[in-house]
């Protein structure tokens, strides 16, 4: 069994792997999706002429009002609501085409992530898992308000515990005097792992930027005394200083949370300063990583080696940081 953080310890030397691995499989990438990102392509076009031919439309039939006659002013303006039934079609055509892009996309990387990560991987469409996603976050605690979870892909592993880390996007109904609007309280990766044996307490970690939380609620003063749940302090200051240890056992949380894990998630921390957030509950570890470079549903038709490399590393190093700190963990 590989070690991550032996093998790639910073994410330079991930950066680097993704790029060499990403020049050797560029032909296969290219060849393998060539089909559909062409659908693609050929769809925006068509979207993008319809509404700007709609707006040219709407415009002549303004001028068209002064102009000339009623009549054909009428038919003027039929053709610009047709040709805006148009363009509404070849956006749906055109969002179809580039979220069935996405997952052949995500296919083709399957081998490059088995090759940099040198674990097997699993990938399951969005489609499959998202009652089961609901229902995970739901248990986890880590967001308590919140209306609707759209998931994207999910990628399982299998050691050293079964991991599945998922994409999703947590959205809230938010009312602003007479407006309400939905809006995005979450972005980024939910993660899940099996433990080896089941935890007696519960366990929350947070950063010391969680003061209002996601949604703007105050995810600690939630958590705190809920069953017998408090603050609990852990011997390391730099660790204390910047993330948040709450739980109901306060023995076991110092078993879980070993110097190497408290090291990992706090250098990690520091590289992004987000609110993650982390539960040890029976015997799962949940996550919730924000990363705003996932785009849900979506992903380059570009064939320049560069953005193809940008966008493999946007995929995998999410997974490569989950499954780093997974190894830390000794149950």
Not at 92 to 115: D, S
Not at 181 to 198: D, M, P, Y
Not at 234 to 240: A, R, S
Request: overall charge negative.
């Amino acid at each position: 069994m590989s070690n991550l953080k032996q093998d790639i310890p910073n994410l330079a030397e991930l950066e680097a792997k993704v790029g060499k691995v990403i020049d050797e499989e560029m032909v296969r990438i290219i060849s393998s999706t060539d089909k559909r990102r062409k659908a693609v392509t050929n769809s925006q076009k068509k979207q993008v002429s319809s509404i700007v031919g709609f707006v040219l439309l709407l415009i002549l039939v303004a001028t068209a009002n002064v102009l000339l006659p009623e009549s054909l002013a009428n038919l003027l303006l039929i053709l610009a609501l047709s040709l805006g039934i148009v363009s509404v079609i070849y956006t749906v055509y055109w969002y179809r085409e580039q979220k069935a892009f996405a997952q052949e996309m995500n296919f083709a990387l399957i081998p490059i992530i088995i090759k940099i990560l040198d674990k097997q991987v699993l990938y399951t469409e969005d489609k499959s898992h998202n009652q089961e996603t609901q229902a995970i976050l739901k248990e986890s605690l880590l967001i308590t308000d919140y209306d609707s979870v759209r998931a994207d892909d999910m990628y399982s592993f299998f050691e050293p515990y079964p991991v599945t880390i998922r994409e999703i996007q947590v959205q809230k109904q938010v009312s602003n005097g007479k407006n309400s609007n939905k809006v995005t309280i979450f972005h980024g990766v939910l993660a899940s792992v099996e433990l080896n044996k089941t935890l007696t307490g519960t366990t929350f970690i947070s950063t010391e930027g969680d003061k209002v939380g996601f949604g703007h609620r105050g995810f600690w003063s939630e958590i705190i005394n809920s069953d017998g749940i408090e603050e609990t302090e852990l011997e390391w200051n730099e660790f204390e200083r910047d993330l948040h240890v709450a739980t109901n056992n306060g023995i076991e949380a110092r078993y879980i949370l070993t110097p190497n894990f408290m090291v990992d998630l706090h250098t990690w921390w520091l590289e992004h300063k987000q609110n993650m957030r982390i539960v040890f509950k029976g015997n799962k570890m949940l996550m919730l990583l924000p990363d705003t470079e996932i785009k849900i549903s979506s992903c380059t038709t570009s064939v320049e080696p560069e953005v193809l490399k940008q966008y493999a590393f946007s995929v995998i190093k999410p997974l490569w940081r989950t499954l780093a700190l997974v190894e830390d963990i000794k149950l």
